[in-house]
C-alpha cells in the first residue's frame, strides 16, 4: 500500500517537473526540423544549379542527426535522469517512450520493405523479416532511429551510472573521447560476414549506411552534460538573449553553406561515420 502511495507521489511531483519547457531546446529542436526538411526537399526536388541550397543541403546532411541527438541527451537527463527519487516513475515512462520509438520504427522498417519482402521467396521473406528484427537490415530511412532506441535503452538500464557521468564533465569528455577511438578502431575491422552488419550498427563499416553507435556515444554523452547544465544555470532562461545568440549562428552557417557548396566534405565526414 505504501509502496503504491510513494509511486503516485513520484507520479505527482514528475507531472510537475516535466511541465518545465526549456526554451532553447525547443528553438534548437524546431531549427533543425526546419533545416532537415530543407536539406531533403533540396535533395529530392532541387535541379543543383543553386550554390547556397546545395550548401544548405550539405550542411542539413552533416549536423541535423548530431544535433537532434544532442538535444536527446539533454532531454533524458532532465526528464528521465536527474532525480533519484523519481526513478520509479521515470523508468515507467522511459520505458514507454522506448516501446514507441521501437514500434515505430519497426512500422516504417516494414513499410519501406514491404515491396521487398511480398516479392521475396518464402525463406529469403522470413530472412529479411529476421534481419529487420534484429537490426541487422537497416531499410532506407530509417537508419537514424536504431541509436536513439539503443541509448534509450541504455538510460532505462543505467541511469544512475549515466548521472554520475552526466554531473562531472572532465570525466564525460574522457570516456567520449574513448568510445570513439574505440568505434574509429573497430571500424577498420573487417568481422565475419555474418556479424559485420551489427558491427556496421556497432561501429561503422564499408558499404553500410550506418549512425554508428561508438563514434556518436560523445554526442548523446555531452547532450546529458548539457541537460545537467541546464538544470544547474539560470543563464539560459533569457529568450532573447537566446534568440540573438542563434540568429548570430544561423547567419554564421548560411556563410558557410555557400563556400560548402564547393568544398569536399570527405575530410569532416570522418568525424560523422556512417
Not at 574522457?174 to 568481422?191: D, V, W
Amino acid at each position: 500500500m505504501y509502496n503504491n502511495i510513494e509511486v503516485v507521489i513520484c507520479e505527482q511531483a514528475m507531472t510537475h517537473h516535466f511541465r518545465k519547457r526549456y526554451f532553447v531546446l525547443d528553438l534548437l529542436r524546431g531549427s533543425v526540423v526546419l533545416l532537415m526538411i530543407l536539406a531533403h526537399s533540396v535533395y529530392f526536388f532541387h535541379n543543383s544549379t543553386n550554390s547556397l541550397l546545395l550548401g544548405m543541403e550539405k550542411i542539413g546532411n552533416t549536423v541535423c542527426f548530431t544535433v537532434f541527438l544532442l538535444v536527446s541527451g539533454a532531454v533524458s537527463y532532465i526528464a528521465y535522469i536527474k532525480h533519484e527519487e523519481y526513478i520509479i516513475g521515470s523508468r515507467k515512462k522511459l520505458l514507454k517512450r522506448l516501446l514507441v520509438i521501437l514500434g515505430s520504427y519497426y512500422l516504417l522498417a516494414f513499410f519501406v520493405s514491404s515491396g521487398q519482402i511480398l516479392a521475396s521467396q518464402a525463406l529469403d521473406k522470413w530472412k529479411l523479416i529476421i534481419d529487420i528484427l534484429t537490426f541487422r537490415a537497416l531499410p532506407s530511412y530509417t537508419e537514424f532511429i536504431p541509436p536513439f532506441i539503443f541509448y534509450s535503452f541504455l538510460v532505462f538500464i543505467f541511469p544512475k551510472f549515466l548521472k554520475q557521468l552526466s554531473n562531472s564533465l572532465p570525466i564525460s569528455i574522457i570516456i567520449s573521447i574513448y568510445l570513439y577511438f574505440t568505434g574509429f578502431f573497430l571500424y577498420g575491422i573487417k568481422a565475419p560476414e555474418f556479424f559485420e552488419p551489427w558491427k556496421a550498427f556497432l561501429a561503422g563499416s564499408e558499404g553500410y549506411f550506418r549512425f554508428p553507435i561508438l563514434q556518436y556515444a560523445p554526442i548523446f554523452i555531452l547532450g546529458m552534460s548539457w541537460g545537467h547544465w541546464l538544470r544547474t544555470t539560470e543563464k539560459l532562461h533569457h529568450k532573447k538573449e537566446i534568440s540573438r545568440f542563434l540568429a548570430i549562428v544561423s547567419a554564421i552557417e548560411i556563410l558557410i553553406a555557400v563556400i560548402a557548396a564547393n568544398i569536399n566534405f570527405k575530410p569532416f565526414d570522418i568525424l560523422f561515420l556512417r
